[in-house]
């Protein structure tokens, strides 16, 4: 008895916290996704480089001195701004063709590559770390969790809760939910639906942002951070069924508690494989995945 | 007795608990023009969408002259001769009228043909220039299908059913949103479609149904009303309630 | 189409004064390039195939080009013989053509594009983590092999007749590639495309039609992955990364999809400029994304889509007398 309580202990749960902040950070990433394509039906191919870049500026700003708090408020704000932009820009200059899930992929898939390069060229290839914001750890119910993993498990948390919270419970969130519905139908209402349009998108890459920023002392700091990541998001956000915000809550913890358990067991290389089949699992069962796309059902 | 060329027994299938068609059957006539009419909501076109394959029934059953095919694809319905137009234009409206008229006619040709280039199909080609002037519509045979006007797509939508050589034709709507002289034309178009095909459509044109039709099919709130020849129907009170409202 | 076929005539006649020119120039390095482009440019007509003409964005088609790559050269460590690598990967491509076809037949749009970018990631973990296969570093030592066409043969190893075999290899893939098109096979393809929704109307399966297209793309993309290590003389996981399926992508985009021939352009193109911007700086991918973008925001139609009308109207101004 004292042998499995020792297990899950020292054992399962710290592997399960491990899963928690990964899960905690991939929600964020793949919220920003799901709302970008539960609203604009565009795929950004380029989210993971917003999570880079994220993190990019904050180890620019963090290197001309400014605290990491300061970081966490700023770093979202200034990416507001530019996903606004993108999004009027660029994204909007292919909307109304015929073929638009297409050649949004495509556009954001070359942008996702621009960004890359660009952030090899501005800081190189190699890895940057961060130093961790919060140090030591704590004693929970006998179990030890690093200090700044528990700081990410509960700031997550509460963003989450409050993107949840905009979304169903204010005006804000209701007239996104309406354009989701039926663009035409909100804008006569009333409804100002580019904006909305452009909003979605920046809150969107700015969520992503600061996943990044969040992230970047435990996973450090490189120009491909973006590409190993968004595979994880796109994953979630496919079970959990594009566009739906409840979906990425649960298919995000459900599948990092997956992939962190089964590391366990199988040697972690084949936990990626393992989490990619359940994707290409649901896309043959039921592609449109578990839960009902924002504003319908 | 042969078996009628399309016999509907007790067919019915249920959204959520709303029961579009309800334990509807009739049979049909070779050769003859049925017309199903209804007030809207009275789910003629799911009814279409049962006989044609695209639905699935709960219950009930499709016979095509005797053979049952309830439930069964769209594909295995052409294959068994049945054929639909659709209400909402359904065109290829990126490709060529021609080519709208080729692919559908393309099915008379044996297999192999698949794999040799499009010229070799004499058959198929030959049935679309038919079909062009059958249609009126052989000055406009290399415009894209969605240049066309309205009236025009209605058309072409008809002639695409009837590429295959059908035994029976479903028109869901054929007239709809058409002119007065439109109307008209397809009007003695489908009259003269009958001595090759069995027809059943779908028409809110009442006028229309009264001319064209040997036998009227009524629908309401996805039950059959009644049936009977034009005038019959026309004269049935019940009829008359469902479509003006209660007494 | 005669513009298609003025353009093919071009690039095979500019590619034999190329070979011929570096032949006499005993060069290497730019011969084998161009093969290599050559090689890749059969993976972007596969990508074509799907995208240009069925209406499917396969983000994965690597993962049929590694595994015809893998294939040839485990194949070809055992038997330095074209014929069998060749005809091994073609038997191969095809069983793993039917198995993704059933994986992806219920699936669409963005879904597809999703599921092949999935499917690929998925063989490249598993190839690079394989120690039979030689891991992250690949397999090497495939030996050069001499190519026997019956009335004479030829070298892997040479350069410019290398270049010439691939060449031939991969106008005959797209040669083809156009003929099928032309048929009512290929034109259903297209009908796909344009409303999927009216063909089992029609009396076809779909699914079927679906499945053929998946399986000739696998096919395509695999046989001209077997030639990589014949001229290369190793494999690594690098051939099942998303750059691979992503550069085809940006090679059928740039030069237009559905036109097979914008494939071929496209992926000189791509060679060229990373060549050229590559030799001014490492970040090459900063410029080609650019033009990537600029293409599908103001050239919808890719660079075909420009060059193709010039064509047509310089050849129906010849015509006049």
Redesign the interface.
Known sequence: MSATLEYFQYVLAPQMLIGLVLGVAVILVALGLTIIFGLLDV?NMSHGEFYALGAFIALALGSIGLPFWLLLILVPLVMLPVGYIVERG?IQ??FH?G?R???T???T??????L???F??VFGPNPYKPETPIGGGVDVFGIFIPSYRLFLIVIGAVIIAAVAFVVYRTRLGAMVRAAAYDRHMAASLGVPVQHVYAGAFAFGVALAGLAGVLLAPIYTVFPTMG?DFI?MA??VV?VGGMGSIAGVVVAGLLLTQIQAIVSLYI?P??S??IV??I??AM??VR?QGLFNRLGHG | MTAPILEIRDLSVSFGGLRAVDVVSFAVVRNSITAVIGPNGAGKSTLFNLISGALRPRSGQVLIEGLDYTGRPPYRMQAAGLTRSFQITNLFFDLSVAENLRLAAQILEPLAMAWRPVRASRIASARVDELLHRFALAGKAHYPAGSLSHGEQRRLEVAVALASKPKILLLDEPTQGMSHGDTQETAALIKSLASDVTVLLIEHDIGLVMSLSDHVIVMHQGQKLAEGLPAEVRSNPAVQTAYFGHA | MRASHVLVGLLVAASLAFAAAGAVMHDTFYLRLATEALIFAGLALSVDILLGYTGLLSLGQALFFGLGAYVSALMLMVTPSFWVAFGATAAVSIVAGLVGGFIVQRVRGVYFALITFGMAQIAAKIVYNTRALGASDGLIGVPVININLGVASLSSASPAGFFLFVLAIVILFYALSAYLLDTPFGRLLIALRANESRIPFLGYRTMNARLAAYVIAAMIAALSGSLYPMLRGFVSPELLFFATSGNAVITVVTGGAGTLVGALYGGLLLTVLKSVVGSYTEHHLIVIGLLFMGAVVFLPKGLMGIVRPAIERWLSRERKP
Do not use: A, K, Y
């Open positions: 795929i660029l200059r292919v063709t073929d899930h297409v050649t992929l495509l556009l898939f070359g942008l996702g590559l621009v890359e390069d660009t090899r060229l590409r595979l796109f994953t496919i040697s290389v084949w990626d494989p990619f089949g994707m290409v896309l043959m592609p």
